[in-house]
């Protein structure tokens, strides 16, 4: 069975492929895109490395001016088209240029390197995992996951104490990156409660990671608008946001009325048909029956699926609304394990609002792009209290190149990664409870020890 007609195009660095002959392969398995955008596994025998004898001491002689290489464009498109592999061409653009033996050795290299990465389609399939895809979103759509860079990403998860058997508070406007590092390192175990703005929330990252369906058992999702409601304890379940509400009633009611409009119409059919049959022959009469029959069963046929469509949005409606009761049964126990805010939002009343659902002792981590709304998110946890270890922080963070007598820091680096806002939560009755029973010890002194003092004073 030919699977190309189930799987889209992929286009990845200007390269296209289908992905029907990966299946059934390993992660790590490397393919060749043959002709057609097919997937060909590549063989170990194939992956020789290009032997240069001769390098030059230094590249001070070199001048790019784009006339060392004798091959055109047009020479080179000529190979593709006679089928040529990669490594071929790369192997003549070697021999047709004038100045890669005098290159140092280094150099070599890295013309190689650069020429394969251009003509050789080589690709591999990699299992999915939060340092991939957070490496991927901020290397080509930081804007997408609000400029979180993996590092701090990488410090959330542990500040935030994001272990199996958590129950976790996320709110997270990341296309759903976060919300899936915190479900891979939960692995399935415990609970994990997403906050969302809006309709619905968004888990595009979320649905690359690959997770399996007992994953998703383990997630649910509350809306923000309902927070003040279930703090101040007004929450109903009937003021959930739900899809608009169908009446399959009122549907039918409805679908009589057409049926009334489709006897009518068909009654002055058959008024004009009778007048036709007067001024035209039987055949006439019997192609108008013909198309009024057809255009009935259309119309019951185009009712039928209407009315299953509407019963399963409604199906689907009760289903969230049950999901959504869940969800807030579990928020109003007010024993959560943590607290991930990572949002394009103000993070002030949102921290000081989905607090109030986490467990004393428990740690919570804020990100933002920007230092000052979180200088003002600390100002307000410190004037409220509840919290301790407060703690604002900013990850710096500079690649190397590591290789044989190469490594050195690379030239292009980060700019900024964001910054942490992240403390343990307390509570404040019990400070309140130990500071009077400080006070009270010190006013209920025994007398002996006031002897003691009065003595001394003397």
């Given amino acids: 069975m030919h699977f190309k007609n189930y799987f889209r195009k992929v286009i990845f660095e200007k390269q296209w492929f289908y992905l029907d002959n990966a299946i059934g392969h390993i992660y790590g398995t490397t393919f060749e895109v043959s002709s057609g955008g097919s997937l060909q596994p590549k063989k170990k025998m194939e992956e020789t490395t290009t032997e240069t004898k001769e390098a030059g001491t230094d590249n001070r002689n070199i001048v790019d001016d784009g006339k060392s290489q ?43 390197k650069k020429k394969k990465k251009k003509y050789e389609a080589v690709i591999t399939i990699v299992k999915p995992s939060t340092r991939i895809l957070s490496t991927m979103y901020y290397a080509r759509e930081p804007g997408k996951i609000n ?53 619905g929330p968004v888990r ?118 049950r999901k959504l009761v869940e969800t807030a049964a579990l928020l109003e126990e007010k024993n959560a394990d943590g607290l991930i805010v990572a949002s394009r939002f103000h993070p002030t009343p949102l921290l000081l609002s989905l607090l109030e659902f986490v467990a004393p002792s428990r740690p919570f981590v804020v990100y933002c792009q920007y230092k000052e709304p979180l200088l003002e998110c600390y100002t307000k946890l410190r004037e409220k209290g509840g919290v301790i270890n407060l703690k604002l922080s900013e990850t710096w963070l500079r690649n190397y190149q590591v290789l044989p007598d190469r490594s050195h820091p690379k030239l292009m680096m980060s700019g900024g990664g964001g910054y942490l806002l992240s403390g343990i939560t307390v509570t404040v009755e019990k400070v309140q409870s130990n500071v009077s029973t400080l006070e009270a010890q010190k006013i209920e002194e025994p007398t002996s020890k006031k002897r003691k003092l009065q003595e001394l004073d003397c």
């Fill in 70 to 112: 004798k091959l055109t464009h047009d020479d080179i498109k000529a190979l593709k088209d006679k089928g040529i592999k990669g490594q071929e061409i790369v192997q003549q653009l070697i021999e047709n240029s004038t100045t890669f033996r005098g290159k140092t050795e280094f150099a070599q290299d890295k013309y190689i």
């Fill in 204 to 321: 595009a990252a979320t649905s690359c990671f690959g997770f399996p369906e007992s994953f998703f058992n383990t997630l649910y999702e509350f809306p923000l608008s309902k927070v003040d409601s279930l703090v101040s304890g007004t929450f109903s379940s009937e003021t959930l946001p739900s899809e608009p509400e169908y009446n399959v009633p009122v549907e039918e009611e409805s679908n009589g009325s057409l049926d009334e409009k489709q006897t009518l119409i068909q009654e002055t059919e058959e008024e004009s048909s009778t007048e036709a049959v007067m001024e035209s022959n039987e055949t006439e009469e019997q192609e108008t029956m013909d198309l009024a029959a057809e255009d009935t069963e259309y119309k019951e046929s185009k009712e039928k699926g209407n009315k299953e469509n509407i019963r399963e949005k409604q199906r689907k409606q009760q289903e969230r609304r």
């Fill in 147 to 199: 400029h979180l860079r993996y590092d701090t990403l990488a410090q959330m998860l542990t500040l935030g104490n994001i272990r199996a058997g958590n129950k976790m508070i996320v709110m997270e406007t990341c296309a759903g990156l976060v919300l899936g590092a915190i479900m891979e390192r939960m692995g399935g175990y415990g609970s994990v409660i997403q906050m969302y703005p809006g309709g």
